[in-house]
Every structure is written in C-alpha cells, then in structure tokens.
C-alpha cells in the first residue's frame, strides 16, 4: 500500500488515525483512536485476561496505538507481556512520524513507541522490563505460524472493506492458536461474523461498544 494513498486525520478525542483512500476506510474509529482502542483491546480483553504473564496477538498492527497502549498497562500493571502483532503493509517512517499518541500520554509513551516502531521485523525486541514485542510482516490470509496467545485483538479492516480478512478460515487458525481460556475481542459485531467466531468453536458475547458504537464482540475459547 502505497503512502500517497493514506492520509493522517485527527479522530474526536484529539488522536490521529490514518484514512485509506482506496478502501475509503480509516484506521481507528473517527470517534476517537485512543478511546476505541482503550475500551475494546486494553479494558475488554488485555485487563480481562487473569493470566498472569500473558501472549497478546494483535491481528493489525496498523499505527502501534494498540501496542503502545498495551506497553503502557503492561508498565504501570508491572505485568510481563509477550506480545505479537502481524502486519502486511507496514507504514513508512514518515507517517510515523506525524502521529500524535505520545503528546497525549506523557514522557515515557515518547520512549516506549520509538522502540516500538524502530524494532526490527521479524524478531523479539524488549521494549521494557515488562514487555517483549515481536512485529510479523506477514499476509495473515496465508495463515502463517504464529504463537500460541492468551489474548487475541482483532484490529482488521472492516469486513465490508477487506473480506478476506473475516473468514472462517482465518478464525479457526486463531482458534487453534489460542491457549483454553484465551479471549478476543473486535470491534465489529456483526451477526455474520459472531456466527463464523461460534461455528469453530468460540463462545461469543455481544458487549458495550466504545463511543460512537453500540456493541462489539467479545469471544472465548473455553475448551
């Protein structure tokens, strides 16, 4: 994906997220990048998971806000965490650069997103004494190896924008790659889609949305 084709924009709650020209899609919610990704991925599955030094897989790295957000709990939790994000369309240094996520968090966000996004592809980096980053530039539609995770954040493109992404297919790998109690919460709560996350096997609640968006979902491996 080409940067000419992406644009950076700045959502409601003041953070920047990036609009997709071709896919007429942005990154995060328009109502806020920081707010969404606060409720779904850090309060509904990262803080929900009791496990005590956790696998996070994130399925779209995208800008490094979730992992940044998560990086940070992890520091203020004391909490040690391996987290793994795949990404296929990496963004240049350039966009990079003119995201404003760490004018909104404080001095150490400023260190901790530098590592993150100047970590090689491919390889564990430690970000911080409670948090190892591995980055996988990588085509989850190929299904590739990833690791066994205890918390799943599905942060793909809308289904109606980047289908692929939201097949049966990809949910029974991540399925066979989360460990028994592991959780994965999205966004989206479409009927269609929490009916593929049950036909392999998840239990799937629908819970409150962030701002803007009445419900997403929440889905559990439980055996």
């Not at 940067?3 to 109502?31: A, C, F, P």
């Not at 350039?94 to 592809?121: D, M, P, R, V, Y």
């Amino acid at each position: 994906m080409l940067e000419e084709k992406r644009v950076i924009q700045k959502t409601l709650d003041g953070s920047t997220t990036l609009y997709v020209y071709e896919l007429d899609e942005h990154y995060h919610s328009t109502n806020g990048a920081i707010q969404e990704a606060q409720h779904i991925y850090i309060e509904k599955a990262y803080n929900f998971s009791s496990v005590e030094v956790p696998v996070v897989f994130e399925v779209g790295f995208g800008t490094g806000l979730n992992t940044l957000m998560t990086a940070l709990e992890a520091e203020k939790t004391k909490r040690v965490t391996h987290y793994v994000s795949i990404e296929k369309y990496p963004l240049s240094a350039n966009e990079i650069t003119h995201l404003n996520f760490t004018s909104l968090f404080g001095n150490q966000s400023e260190q901790l997103f530098a590592k993150i996004h100047s970590c090689e592809w491919n390889r564990e980096c430690q970000i911080s004494e409670y948090f190892y980053l591995t980055k996988l530039q990588a085509d989850l539609t190929n299904l590739p190896e990833i690791p066994m995770a205890d918390v799943i954040y599905f942060d793909a493109f809308a289904p109606n924008k980047q289908e692929s992404m939201w097949s049966e297919d990809i949910f029974k790998h991540l399925f066979a790659h989360m460990n028994v109690g592991g959780v994965m919460t999205t966004y989206c709560a479409q009927g269609k889609v929490r009916r593929m996350l049950q036909s392999v096997g998840f239990e799937v609640e629908r819970t409150d949305g962030p701002i803007g968006k009445r419900e997403m979902l929440r889905a559990t491996r439980t055996l």
